[in-house]
Nanobody, 126 residues
Framework: QVQLVESGGGLVQAGGSLRLACATS????????MGWFRQAPGKGREFVAT????????VYADSVKGRFTISRDNAKNTVYLQMNSLKPEDTAVYYC???????????????????WGQGTQVTVSS
């Protein structure tokens, strides 16, 4: 089992920044790719960003490209999402997710991930 706990969410004005963190515990040696998804009120969960185990491969949704940066510190078993130039449309619950079933994939769909955190709320005011 792998446990994921997100932190760093909050209320910020448009144009501001937040840094989310996702700490993993349990069978962390089995965790490979990590990703971030978000779910706005009344909408489905959507892909935000993903990062390979080495950090050498990152993929972003078009809506956040150039504003968000995903990174990881494997020594701390933590993945981060730096969010800059935030917009009201970024308001959502942000979830981190982990892949343990494949060492090589960087999936952009929920089905590609094996474990999920509980989410952290990000609210961007206009």
């Amino acid at each position: 089992q792998v446990q994921l706990v997100e932190s760093g969410g909050g209320l910020v004005q448009a144009g501001g920044s937040l840094r989310l963190a996702c700490a993993t515990s349990g069978r962390t040696f089995s965790v490979y790719t990590m990703g971030w998804f978000r779910q706005a009120p009344g909408k489905g969960r959507e892909f935000v960003a993903t990062i390979s185990w080495s950090g050498g491969t990152t993929v972003y949704a078009d809506s956040v490209k150039g504003r968000f940066t995903i990174s990881r510190d494997n020594a701390k078993n933590t993945v981060y999402l730096q969010m800059n130039s935030l917009k009201p449309e970024d308001t959502a619950v942000y979830y981190c997710a982990a892949v343990t079933s494949s060492a090589w994939s960087t999936p952009r769909t929920q089905a590609g991930y094996d474990y999920w955190g509980q989410g952290t709320q990000v609210t961007v005011s206009s």
